[in-house]
């Protein structure tokens, strides 16, 4: 049983599009993070929400925690082939402050 | 450059061979993780540190894979009599106590022949 669903799991668009991803519990997180991996590298941090209902905001996305702390979503505006990459969203269980729970992530192609 | 760092960044080995990667976390990181990750999949646990005690290991971490951290700063992790089903990605993360975000590495990639 995956703790973390992502959604959807491939997504291939083209430049200038916007764009919605989703990760979904039925568990509480205290936290939860988004990661970009380009091929070949390790996941590179994005951001941190911890607050339910919190907005962040960089650049062109958007990244939303729900506000019972079970779900977040990255959304990104007008799309540009260098977002290519695989999106993966983490979270630590409530009461568990040691290991980080993974989404299986979203790959990501944006054309020219 | 003072992010994490792993060595070797790629490995070719034959099956049956054992072979051992390296990572050097952070260094005011007390936390250090090892990860397991195949194509287009996110990162799978294998085994965790804080300082020099390892203190969970996940069940599917079989007992030809053993990890050490000897002095709380750099770590190793070996893999005995490879087969070819360990062809991945084995990337490391580090951390600090008390925090949830974790800085990877850029990962070693082994491929068994």
């Known amino acids: 049983t995956q703790l973390l669903e992502q959604s959807p799991q491939f997504l291939s668009i083209q430049e200038g599009e916007n764009l919605t991803v989703y990760c979904n519990s039925s568990s509480v997180f205290s936290s939860l993070q988004w990661y970009r991996q380009e091929p070949g590298e390790g996941p590179v941090l994005l951001v941190t929400?911890?607050?339910g209902g919190e907005v962040k905001k960089l650049k062109r996305l958007t990244f939303q925690f729900g506000d019972a702390r079970k779900d977040s979503s990255l959304h990104i505006t007008a799309a540009q082939p260098g977002d290519t990459g695989l999106y993966l969203c983490?979270?630590?269980?409530?009461?568990?402050?040691?290991?980080?729970?993974w989404g299986l992530g979203t790959s990501l192609a944006v054309n020219p | 450059d003072t992010g994490v760092s792993q060595d070797p960044r790629h490995k070719i080995t034959k099956r049956g061979q054992n072979v051992t990667f390296r990572c050097d976390p952070i260094?005011?990181?007390?936390?250090l993780y090892w990860y397991r990750q195949t194509l287009g999949q996110g990162p799978e646990f294998l085994t965790y540190?804080?300082?020099?005690?390892?203190?969970?290991k996940s069940r599917l971490l079989s007992d030809r894979f053993s990890a050490e951290r000897p002095k709380g700063s750099f770590s190793t992790l070996e893999i005995q009599r490879t087969e070819q089903g360990d062809s991945a990605m084995y990337l490391c993360?580090?951390?600090?106590?008390?925090?949830?975000?974790?800085?990877f590495g850029p990962g070693t990639r082994l491929t068994v022949l």
């Open positions: 993360a580090s951390s600090s106590s008390g925090v949830n975000e974790q800085f």
């Open positions: 540190f804080q300082n020099e005690a390892q203190l969970e």
């Open positions: 929400v911890v607050t």
């Open positions: 983490a979270g630590v269980l409530t009461g568990n402050n040691r290991k980080l729970i």
């Open positions: 260094s005011e990181h007390n936390r």
